[in-house]
């Protein structure tokens, strides 16, 4: 059984009224998905993926994405820390997330947007502290800056999502009792570097994760030569996650099963609350 620790199923992608995200958890469970994680990432969508998470049996975490800061206004933080207050005891809240930093997109460069960021990073990480949650982290070209303010308001863990660092970076994060999401980006054979840490990594650093509708495995992938002579871009769902979990296992040599076994077991521990909603499946 697989654990997708993340997956965007409230994204326009599957549809106003989330029916296609219903079809896709649906397939992903026939597959051996027993889990999903949802993460919000704007102040508007805090309620959505809760409600979707309910509705699918699934978990989800709340927080602003750094992709969305540009639009979030400083009273967004507030109004994280009420609904992180009034699900306090929905055991379906498993993390604060997805938040983190982000300095691959050029206008979240500039130095004010830059320090708007990292404002709304820190104020996050003190309420995963105040409310005894891990994080899910969102690090694109931002891992030494990431880790810096992790050290300074340390969260007792949770996920690196999408790694895509060095090997000193990862452990770095390890030695934080962070484990490191890896995904469809590590199906494209010319990603040698991430595929050699996603075979040499001690097992019990990796987590599986879709990032869907985002992040599609190679055989989803339609270059843009495709796209334009019209071939469809294939879209990623939780259901290909056992095949991402194939190729992974097989660039470390080991049985599918073996690495489900693992990253399940890592997911729990990442993200404890987990635990008790694999016990009900």
């Not at 994680?37 to 998470?53: D, G, K, S």
């Not at 969305?68 to 604060?96: I, K, N, W």
């Not at 300074?152 to 660092?165: K, Q, V, W, Y």
């Not at 339609?222 to 871009?233: I, P, V, Y």
Request: proline share 6%; charged share 20%; glycine share 8%.
């Amino acid at each position: 059984m697989w654990i997708d620790t993340h997956c965007h199923l409230d994204a326009p992608d599957f549809g106003a009224d989330h029916a296609l995200a219903v079809a896709a958890r649906s397939l992903a469970a026939q597959r051996g998905v027993m889990r999903c994680v949802i993460p919000a990432v704007m102040r508007q969508n805090l309620e959505t993926v809760r409600r979707l998470a309910h509705r699918l049996g699934d978990a989800y975490a709340l927080g602003i994405h750094p992709l969305f800061v540009p639009r979030a206004a400083d009273e967004d933080l507030d109004a994280l820390d009420a609904a992180l207050t009034e699900h306090a005891g929905d055991p379906r809240l498993v993390a604060v997330g997805e938040i983190g930093l982000d300095f691959f997109v050029p206008a979240l460069c500039e130095p004010a947007m830059r320090e708007r960021q990292i404002r709304f990073y820190r104020a996050q990480l003190r309420l995963a502290r105040q409310h005894g949650l891990p994080v899910i982290l969102h690090v694109r070209r931002s891992a030494d800056m990431v880790l810096k303010y992790l050290r300074e308001l340390p969260t007792g863990g949770g996920i690196a999502h999408a790694f895509n660092g060095s090997a000193a970076q990862a452990k770095a994060f390890l030695d934080l009792g962070f484990k490191l999401g890896f995904g469809g980006a590590a199906t494209f054979e010319p990603a040698l570097k991430l595929r050699a840490l996603a075979a040499g990594l001690p097992l019990e650093a990796l987590v599986l994760e879709t990032d869907a509708p985002d992040i599609p495995p190679q055989w989803l992938y339609a270059t843009a030569a495709e796209r334009s002579a019209g071939k469809a871009q294939g879209v990623n769902t939780p259901a290909e996650l056992p095949r991402i979990g194939g190729v992974i296992a097989g660039l470390r040599g080991i049985a599918p099963e073996r690495l489900a076994e693992a990253t399940t077991a890592n997911a729990l521990s990442a993200l404890p609350g987990l635990a008790a909603l694999v016990v009900q499946r």
